[in-house]
């Protein structure tokens, strides 16, 4: 069965600083997707990032960024230049695409404050 | 835009009734949605997966009797919670996969109280 890890349940970082979240996952399959999403106080779902396992280069968008290392079953996400507006709810997402079934299995959530 | 939406955003119940919410896809016929459950301050849970026209399939240790998942729609998925007790309450959330089926789009929760 997969599993994912956060192992942060929170952290901090500084306005205009760049902060890393980690997560790890267990997974047998070779086909797969790795989100982040958002959780702020509104408590609605954002998608952050969506890495594809078969695609080598690391996925950005803006301000964030993963470092994905498929070895090592590793999905850290960077964030940079820190917003007021990051300040959220931050999980980690597995989703495989060999079952069918496309169900995503969250991990724990890192709860990220941004500082003024 | 939403791309998913839920119905009623925030309600609150008396222990022993039941309890009906509404997961619409706004813009995609959706032949499978999913329901989630998230209590305060932690990680959503799956609780089972709405196939359209068939029967839900839902995850280990789900009462299928208690969360009955209706799916009559490509458009509509409800979640009805049965004689609601105060350990259900909690926050439902429902999703829908996109038409590639690379990610999913999430409906903005449902907040389940009961007294």
């Known amino acids: 069965a997969q599993t994912v890890t956060q192992s942060q349940p929170e952290m901090s970082v500084q306005e205009a600083e760049t902060v890393t979240l980690s997560c790890t996952y267990d997974?047998?399959?070779?086909?797969?997707?790795l989100f982040w999403y958002k959780q702020p106080p509104s408590r609605q779902m954002i998608l952050v990032i969506r890495?594809?396992?078969?695609?080598?280069q690391n996925a950005t968008e803006n301000r964030f960024s993963v470092n994905f290392q498929k070895a090592a079953k590793s999905f850290s996400l960077k964030i940079s230049d820190s917003q007021l507006g990051d300040t959220a709810m931050y999980f980690c997402?597995?989703?495989?695409?060999?079952?069918?079934?496309?169900?995503?299995?969250f991990g724990t959530g890192t709860r990220l404050k941004v500082l003024a | 835009g939403a791309v998913v939406s839920q119905h009623p955003s925030w309600v609150i119940c008396k222990s022993g009734t039941s309890v009906k919410i509404e997961c619409r896809s706004l813009?995609?016929?959706?032949?499978?949605m999913f329901w989630y459950r998230q209590f305060p301050k932690q990680s959503l849970m799956l609780m089972a997966t709405?196939?359209?026209?068939?029967?839900?399939?839902?995850e280990q240790g789900v009462e299928k009797d208690k969360f009955l998942i209706n799916h009559a729609s490509l458009t509509l998925s409800t979640l009805t919670v049965t004689s609601a007790h105060p350990e259900d309450s909690s926050f439902y959330i429902c999703?829908?996969?996109?038409?590639?089926?690379?990610?999913?789009?999430f409906g903005p929760g449902t907040r389940l109280t009961v007294l």
């Open positions: 997402a597995f989703m495989n695409t060999t079952s069918g079934t496309y169900k995503y299995i």
């Open positions: 997974t047998s399959e070779s086909n797969y997707y």
């Open positions: 890495q594809e396992a078969y695609k080598q």
């Open positions: 813009d995609f016929q959706a032949t499978t």
């Open positions: 709405s196939n359209e026209g068939s029967k839900a399939t839902y």
């Open positions: 999703s829908r996969t996109s038409g590639s089926r690379n990610e999913q789009f």
